[in-house]
């Protein structure tokens, strides 16, 4: 059982160039999100889904786009990367509501842009 | 003002010493409270949930104070394992899947 698998674990991009983060789940969680970690900060949502075909934008969607055309699957679109966007970003999953599931983490992803 | 706040740290705390710290809340109608633990350069794990009536997991204990919105974490006994930044995470809204709001964690560094 691998649980949350997020790839890749570190990225450097110039800036203008797009990618896709990678998250990946096999535990059947319906909740799926993502949220960037910055210095003195705390974790920020950017978006979320609470089943296939369903996304929502969180607090700071602007540059993301993301889609969610299977249970497990939930990949990250950065579209023009920016230094911004210099960040550690992680994906987790949950099978309920918070307060009966915890959130289950991804090892995270190290994105540099220059 | 943040949301959710926590005191940075670090609280550096010798072996098989007692330490305690608080994180404050803005949003009076947040519905449910969680601590969880973050080693450096890892994902976020989750410690425990915190009850309205105080709860205790091992040498960890929990408290919530609603009417001065916040939570606290009492770490006794603590060893150099419990090293870590610890995040107060806080639920605001009433819907299942609420938008769950982080501290930026307290740190704490047990020293032998």
């Known amino acids: 059982n691998a649980g949350v698998t997020q790839t890749p674990k570190f990225q450097v991009l110039k800036t203008g160039q797009s990618m896709t983060l990678q998250c990946a789940q096999d535990?059947?969680?319906?909740?799926m999100s993502w949220y960037r970690q910055d210095p003195g900060m705390g974790l920020r949502l950017i978006h979320y889904?609470?089943?296939?075909?369903?996304?929502d934008q969180g607090e700071v969607p602007n540059g993301y786009n993301v889609s969610r055309s299977t249970t497990e699957d939930f990949p990250l679109r950065l579209l023009s990367a920016a230094p911004s966007q210099t960040s550690v970003y992680f994906c987790?999953?949950?099978?309920?509501?918070?307060?009966?599931?915890?959130?289950?983490f991804g090892n995270g992803t190290r994105l540099t842009v220059t | 003002r943040k949301e959710v706040e926590q005191d940075p740290g670090p609280f550096n705390v010798p072996e098989g010493a007692t330490v305690a710290f608080n994180c404050t809340y803005s949003?009076?109608?947040?519905?449910?409270f969680f601590w969880y633990r973050q080693d450096c350069r890892k994902e976020p794990k989750l410690l425990m949930s915190?009850?309205?009536s105080g709860n205790e997991d091992g040498r960890f204990t929990a408290q919530l104070n609603r009417a001065s919105q916040y939570i606290s974490l009492l770490i006794r006994d603590s060893k150099l394992s419990d090293s870590a930044t610890y995040l107060c995470?806080?639920?605001?809204?009433?819907?299942?899947?609420?938008?769950?709001?982080f501290g930026a964690g307290t740190q704490v560094v047990v020293t032998p």
């Open positions: 535990m059947n969680h319906e909740y």
């Open positions: 987790a999953s949950s099978y309920g509501t918070f307060s009966e599931s915890p959130l289950h």
């Open positions: 915190v009850y309205s």
């Open positions: 889904s609470v089943g296939a075909g369903i996304t």
């Open positions: 949003n009076s109608a947040s519905q449910s």
């Open positions: 995470v806080v639920n605001p809204v009433t819907d299942s899947w609420g938008k769950l709001q």
